[in-house]
């Protein structure tokens, strides 16, 4: 109960500074690159097409490396994107940055779904995967308000990187498990 409790909140945690930021990376791109619709669809396309070939490159290195090893390099991937949207002067950045936060993406996705069939217990496992559900869901209708009152308190300069702060923090909260289970010797290398 308690592996899972902590699990759970790391998840929130996760989340909550993976969504804060969507409404910002529109923002950016409409406000700030000044794309249209064409280019969001470009984005998106390139998008799938990477979290599909990346799915099957996920699984076959949390295979080989662990499912908590997988989980702490793909978020921490994923911390760099508000950063590369900082940098981008043009859309065709963007798009070429969606190649690595895109195939991040699938990995995440992956490893948060293996992590929470490895650490819900038997009993009650749809209970836990309910609650996980709804809790992730809660951050999905808190974090994209707070992403936009940061862009409003601050700018969409400060409240990317605030975004990409609080992602590396997520991300090393995963290092941080992989550590303890690599001392618990939960997982061998």
């Given at each position: 109960?308690?592996?899972?409790?902590?699990?759970?909140?790391?998840?929130?945690?996760?989340?909550?500074?993976w969504?804060i930021?969507?409404?910002?990376?529109?923002?950016?791109e409409?406000?700030?690159?000044?794309?249209?619709?064409?280019?969001?669809?470009?984005i998106?396309?390139?998008s799938?097409?990477?979290?599909g070939?990346?799915?099957?490159y996920?699984?076959?290195?949390?295979?080989?490396?662990?499912n908590?090893?997988?989980m702490?390099?793909?978020?921490?991937?994923?911390?760099f994107?508000?950063?590369?949207y900082?940098?981008?002067?043009?859309?065709?950045?963007?798009?070429?940055?969606?190649?690595?936060?895109?195939?991040?993406?699938?990995?995440?996705?992956?490893?948060?779904m293996?992590?929470?069939?490895e650490?819900?217990?038997d009993?009650?496992?749809?209970?836990y995967?309910?609650?996980?559900?709804?809790?992730?869901?809660?951050?999905?209708?808190?974090?994209?308000?707070?992403?936009?009152?940061?862009k409003?308190?601050f700018?969409?300069?400060?409240a990317?990187?605030?975004?990409?702060?609080l992602?590396?923090?997520?991300?090393?909260?995963f290092?941080?498990?992989?550590?303890?289970?690599?001392?618990?010797?939960?997982?061998?290398?």
């Amino acid at each position: 109960m308690l592996k899972t409790s902590c699990i759970t909140m790391m998840v929130v945690i996760f989340h909550f500074s993976w969504q804060i930021g969507w409404p910002l990376f529109f923002s950016f791109e409409f406000d700030i690159l000044h794309t249209n619709e064409f280019w969001t669809s470009i984005i998106s396309t390139v998008s799938f097409i990477c979290q599909g070939i990346g799915f099957i490159y996920w699984q076959k290195f949390s295979e080989k490396k662990s499912n908590t090893y997988a989980m702490f390099v793909a978020a921490f991937l994923m911390a760099f994107c508000p950063f590369l949207y900082l940098i981008a002067t043009h859309i065709y950045q963007v798009v070429f940055f969606n190649l690595i936060t895109a195939t991040a993406y699938a990995g995440t996705f992956l490893m948060l779904m293996n992590n929470l069939y490895e650490t819900a217990p038997d009993e009650n496992r749809t209970v836990y995967i309910a609650f996980y559900t709804i809790i992730t869901n809660i951050t999905l209708i808190v974090a994209p308000l707070l992403g936009m009152q940061l862009k409003h308190f601050f700018n969409i300069y400060t409240a990317l990187f605030i975004v990409g702060v609080l992602r590396i923090i997520a991300g090393f909260a995963f290092y941080l498990r992989y550590r303890k289970y690599k001392k618990l010797a939960l997982i061998k290398d």
